[in-house]
């Protein structure tokens, strides 16, 4: 902990701010950890959806129901985004402080865009086909599963928008900087969540 | 104040200990007036919902709110000690964890003065927990409470976690590890991965009475026996989250009082380690009455009934320990020598219930009741006993009277003896467990009797314990750095109770035992492993405690979301989800906070070492 906070002693940055201190180092190794018990919240959220997802109780089922091109977009752009949160670290390595913020503003719009189409998808499902929470177990277990999803999006974004403006603010330091390597886990985490609910929800449901 | 905002680590213990003791006191009078209910056949003691809801508090009570604080208060106290760490790897969360955990606790126990305990049994299993069968409150402050209190053990765990794998002490590599460190760095490895589980299972659940959805509700197309298998797997690692750190506590109470080195070590590592891996794979024998057909049946049969190997190694491990040692017998190692036959016996009727067939017959029973009750108190509550006396002294700096203490187990074991021995009994009789009355003369009422007596006399036990904490506590603390005289680990290198820091200087390990190795070769302490430096201290914060206070708050206004009010301003509020909105506010404005201002820290300067 004695150097926990110490610069490098000619004031710039080393090649991987983010472990460059203990504190950087336990932060990256317990985000690891933590994704693997998010790991098995999703996990078992998959479960309960693989276990009702015929159990449409009269209600519309997913073949009915999704519209793929409306959620091959929003996978474009979640993908796309992972994409861009990785030009973030690779501008933080190279201490390029405008091109990691620009990148992150790219990455935060993205995700704001797959949020709004999310939203839409949900609106037109409840509005016009009478699918909400109550419809069915089927229903009950998509909005569990993809909402939580949803909900970790949308806390990502809010995550990276305070990191952008915690990075105007103080300059890309080794404290700052595990801030954000651990962020963009985080988002290529929940990346990672989408692809399986694309092909296990979405296109399952379409063919399964 | 400075108990609120406080994130030394032994201090968290010691807040820990209190919470988790007091929240033991209840649910030790709710099993009392259980076994009151029971002293006698068609008893009008308590009433059948009473008695329900006296079960699952009971229950939920002992293993979330009483023990699992308990434990986390031992290794809080003494696992950064042990691997001569200064600190958790993040003393801020290690506040976080404690504060959602008490306020977790405490929103559970509002319900019994807000309309009703949840009354569906420790385990919830729907469609009893569902608004059809369970239409009170009660379920949800059951869900909420829990979900609650569940972040903070999870927070705990990885806690935990991080701080064994950066933080150990040049020298100290994993097979030099303290038993205690390695069965936590386990238990919080399982926490890890079986607490996310129960925490979907409780937001389906809060989901289905709250929002109506449909995940249990077999009329909407949803299935029952998922809450099972999703409680389950859970359910049945969380045993070894109990189970593992007694074990820990016990290989290290006996080498002590042995004054040997702890037989096979190394085998003790892998059967921890094996121990939790099979606990993942042994869910579904809470379930062989549900209908999963004679395959499934067979192999959970099998594989549980493997968990007897490791755990057989660690009991044999133990004795030959204890064979051709200088037994010295303290009261800690009158409650680890206690552990030794009472949790096997455990572990035997676990074997019987391992057998699908014979599960049959036991299931619901008080046979069951007897074998985790052999387990968890006979197991877990006498390794905390014995963890306790023996770190009492690192702790406190005070020496718990030993004489009391010895009084303490004699009751207790006596008293847990009577108490639970004849339930196998009982079980194998056919009385059942939940039911909160039976009928006169089917040979139920004498053992019935025994065991309530029982249940009093380890009440006895409990106060004497009680008594013998307030009288330490008005002594002098006085304690030497090594109480025992054969202290093999770093935390006995360091004052009773230790300084802020821990180690004015961070020790060099040169062995298993690492203190134990020094005083062989002759030296009187720790080399060294680095100069006199600074030494950084996080700061203390109120953060955590406010976070903690908006989820209570948010968890309360979600719950009540849907009722209706006799005042228009309680219904404007809950039902439009003001309330909730507010306390998400708090939790949500004092992340922001953290990450806003960076906590830089102080400093202790070397000179203000060298004058204590």
């Known amino acids: 902990?004695?150097?926990?906070?110490?610069?490098?002693?000619?004031?710039?940055?080393?090649?991987?701010?983010?472990?460059?201190?203990?504190?950087?180092?336990?932060?990256?190794?317990?985000?690891?950890?933590?994704?693997?018990?998010?790991?098995?919240?999703?996990?078992?959220?998959?479960?309960?959806?693989?276990?009702?997802?015929?159990?449409?109780?009269?209600?519309?089922?997913?073949?009915?129901?999704?519209h793929l091109p409306l959620v091959a977009a929003a996978t474009l752009l979640l993908l796309v985004s992972s994409l861009t949160s990785v030009f973030a670290i690779q501008a933080m390595h190279r201490g390029n402080v405008a091109q990691l913020r620009n990148w992150l503003l790219v990455t935060v719009l993205l995700g704001l865009a797959f949020l709004i189409l999310e939203i839409y998808e949900f609106s037109v499902y409840v509005r016009h086909e009478e699918f909400g929470m109550t419809t069915s177990a089927f229903s009950s277990a998509f909005y569990t599963l993809v909402g939580f999803h949803g909900a970790h999006v949308a806390f990502g974004i809010l995550w990276i928008a305070v990191l952008i403006g915690q990075l105007l603010h103080k300059g890309l330091t080794v404290v700052t900087a595990p801030k954000i390597y651990v962020s963009a886990m985080y988002w290529h985490f929940i990346d990672v969540v989408w692809v399986f609910i694309f092909t296990v929800v979405y296109l399952l449901g379409k063919v399964g | 104040m400075d108990w609120i905002t406080t994130v030394d680590h032994k201090k968290i213990a010691i807040l820990y200990l209190w919470a988790g003791g007091l929240f033991f006191g209840i649910g030790g009078l709710e099993a009392i007036l259980i076994r009151i209910q029971l002293i006698k056949p068609m008893n009008t003691f308590l009433d059948a919902q009473t008695f329900n809801e006296l079960i699952t508090m009971h229950g939920t009570t002992m293993i979330f709110l009483g023990v699992m604080p308990v434990i986390f208060a031992l290794m809080n106290a003494v696992i950064p000690l042990q691997i001569g760490a200064r600190d958790v790897a993040f003393p801020f969360l290690n506040s976080l964890g404690f504060w959602t955990f008490l306020f977790g606790g405490l929103l559970l126990n509002l319900s019994w003065v807000m309309g009703g305990a949840p009354d569906a049994g420790w385990t919830a299993y729907t469609p009893l927990s569902g608004k059809g069968y369970s239409a009170s409150h009660g379920v949800d402050f059951y869900t909420i409470g829990l979900q609650i209190a569940g972040l903070g053990t999870l927070i705990g765990g990885i806690n935990f976690l991080a701080t064994i794998i950066t933080m150990r002490a040049p020298g100290m590599?994993?097979?030099?590890?303290?038993?205690?460190?390695?069965?936590?760095?386990?238990?919080?490895?399982?926490?890890?991965?079986?607490?996310?589980?129960?925490?979907?299972?409780?937001?389906?659940?809060?989901?289905?009475?709250?929002?109506?959805?449909?995940?249990?509700?077999?009329?909407?197309?949803?299935?029952?026996?998922?809450?099972?298998?999703?409680?389950?797997?859970?359910?049945?690692?969380?045993?070894?989250?109990?189970?593992?750190?007694?074990?820990?506590?016990?290989?290290?109470?006996?080498?002590?009082?042995?004054?040997?080195?702890?037989?096979?070590?190394?085998?003790?590592?892998?059967?921890?380690?094996?121990?939790?891996?099979?606990?993942?794979?042994?869910?579904?024998?809470?379930?062989?009455?549900?209908?999963?057909?004679?395959?499934?049946?067979?192999?959970?049969?099998?594989?549980?009934?493997?968990?007897?190997?490791?755990?057989?190694?660690?009991?044999?491990n133990w004795l030959f320990t204890m064979w051709g040692g200088q037994v010295r017998f303290t009261t800690p190692n009158l409650f680890a020598a206690g552990f030794i036959p009472t949790f096997t016996m455990g572990g035997v009727t676990g074997v019987m219930l391992a057998s699908a067939p014979a599960d049959f017959q036991f299931h619901d029973t008080y046979f069951v009741v007897a074998h985790f009750h052999y387990v968890i108190v006979g197991g877990l509550v006498l390794g905390l006993f014995a963890g306790l006396h023996y770190w009492w002294p690192k702790m406190f700096g005070r020496m718990l009277s030993e004489s009391l203490g010895k009084w303490t187990f004699w009751t207790f074991i006596i008293g847990f003896h009577l108490t639970f021995f004849v339930q196998h009994f009982l079980g194998l009789m056919g009385m059942q467990r939940r039911v909160f009355t039976y009928l006169p003369n089917q040979q139920f009422d004498t053992l019935n009797l025994v065991s309530t007596v029982g249940a009093f006399l380890m009440g006895v036990g409990m106060i004497i314990f009680l008594v013998n904490v307030f009288l330490t506590s008005r002594r002098p603390a006085d304690a030497p750095d090594d109480p025992w005289e054969d202290g093999r680990t770093l935390e006995w290198t360091i004052p009773s109770p230790p300084p802020e820091y821990n180690f004015k200087q961070t020790p060099l390990v040169r062995g298993l035992d690492a203190f134990w190795k020094e005083k062989m070769a002759g030296h009187k302490g720790m080399t060294p492993a680095e100069p006199v430096g600074p030494i950084h201290m996080p700061s203390a914060t109120i953060l955590p405690f406010l976070m903690s206070v908006g989820i209570f708050i948010a968890g309360l206004g979600f719950m009540f979301s849907r009722d209706e009010f006799s005042s228009s301003i309680m219904s404007f509020l809950f039902n439009n989800y003001i309330v909730t909105a507010l306390g998400l506010l708090i939790t949500f404005g004092s992340m922001l906070m953290r990450s806003l201002f960076d906590d830089h820290g102080w400093h202790i300067e070397p000179e203000e070492l060298e004058g204590r």
């Not at chain 1, 201190?21 to 309960?48: D, I, P, Q, Y």
């Not at chain 2, 890890?192 to 389906?204: K, N």
């Not at chain 2, 869910?283 to 395959?295: D, E, K, S, Y």
Request: net charge negative; no cysteine; hydrophobic share 55%.
């Open chain 2, 173 to 316: 590599s994993f097979m030099r590890m303290p038993m205690f460190a390695w069965a936590t760095f386990i238990t919080s490895a399982i926490i890890l991965f079986a607490f996310p589980a129960v925490t979907v299972g409780l937001v389906l659940l809060t989901f289905d009475r709250i929002l109506d959805a449909n995940f249990f509700d077999v009329a909407g197309g949803g299935n029952p026996v998922l809450w099972q298998h999703i409680f389950w797997i859970f359910g049945h690692p969380e045993v070894y989250i109990l189970i593992l750190p007694a074990f820990g506590i016990i290989s290290e109470v006996i080498p002590t009082f042995s004054r040997k080195r702890l037989f096979g070590y190394s085998s003790m590592v892998f059967a921890t380690i094996l121990i939790a891996f099979l606990g993942f794979m042994v869910w579904a024998h809470h379930m062989f009455t549900t209908g999963l057909g004679p395959v499934a049946n067979a192999l959970f049969s099998v594989s549980t009934m493997l968990i007897a190997v490791p755990t057989g190694i660690k009991i044999f």
């Open chain 1, 1 to 66: 902990m004695t150097t926990a906070h110490a610069e490098a002693a000619d004031g710039t940055l080393p090649h991987e701010p983010e472990k460059a201190t203990l504190e950087g180092r336990n932060k990256v190794l317990a985000f690891w950890l933590f994704l693997g018990g998010e790991a098995v919240l999703f996990g078992t959220l998959f479960a309960t959806f693989l276990a009702l997802r015929n159990q449409t109780n009269e209600g519309p089922s997913a073949a009915e129901l999704f």
